[in-house]
């Protein structure tokens, strides 16, 4: 028998962040502006004008912002995630929006299990952002996306940029942070500080007003600053790819890529494959 990764032990032994509850205080501040931000970002990335007639997954639902999104924008929607909280979250959404409409389907259930995706079918467009390096067997998870797509179908995912000797140590904070009370504490106490500080530097330094700045961060994805901290320092488990290992794998796959957006630093690379016939 193969002995377990660290990061599948992570999830055996429970260390994982509980994303969901980090979901039900966010969507608290979810108004239409996020909503269309939301939108505009499938869109732009997608290179579509709406999502009609389309089948759309929205895996690692979190929040549920996306899903509705997508819905939105005319597609049949199937979100799912892991955890509870985020199933709860996505629900809430659902009721509030389109609580009659069985054309958006809500599920708790793993990325990992080959059987419950399966009973879903294939779609038009697989979205994952944010997720697959969070299940403590991303390159698993990768395979079993591509499962789910449909001919010419499409995947959009955003996965942790590999910062080599950078991307240990922010696992070992990861780690820390999910130790108990005091390694919350303590790397609570130690990175809001640094990432508000920096924050404060980076404006500042640029002439712009860091309220202001704090403000428009929705303008990214529909998002809140202080959520996406809390996510960043906290989420656990943590992987991290290289832009050529994953264009690597897709083509492999029988996928072109369409798009991709890069950064350089802490955060997520952007990508959207396309199945070839
Ligand atoms: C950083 S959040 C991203 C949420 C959402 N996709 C977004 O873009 O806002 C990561 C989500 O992945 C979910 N997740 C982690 N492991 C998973 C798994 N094995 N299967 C499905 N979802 C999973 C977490 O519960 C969490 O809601």
Redesign the pocket.
Known sequence: MNSFSEHELEVLEGK??E??K??LQFIKTLNNERVKVAEKSLLEFLNIENLKNKRFV??????G??SLAAKNLGADVVS????S??VACTNILKNKYYENDNNWKVFQ?????KEFLSSHGKFDIV??????H????MWE?MENIITLVNSEGKVFI?LYNDQGATSKKWLKVKKMYNSGFLGKLIIGSVFYTYFFLNLLFYTLKNGKSPIKYIKEYKKN?G?SVFYDWR?WIG?L?FEVASNEKVVDFFIKNGFALTKIRTTNGLGCNQYVFEKKL
Do not use: I
Request: aromatic letters at 20%; hydrophobic letters at 35%; proline letters at 2%.
């Open positions: 994982r962040f994303f969901g980090n979901w929205d895996v690692g639902s979190g929040s912002l996306f799912f995630d892991y955890d909280s985020s259930g793993s990325v990992l299990d979205y994952s952002w944010g997720v697959l969070h299940t403590g067997k998870a955003a994805r998002m996510d989420g488990p």
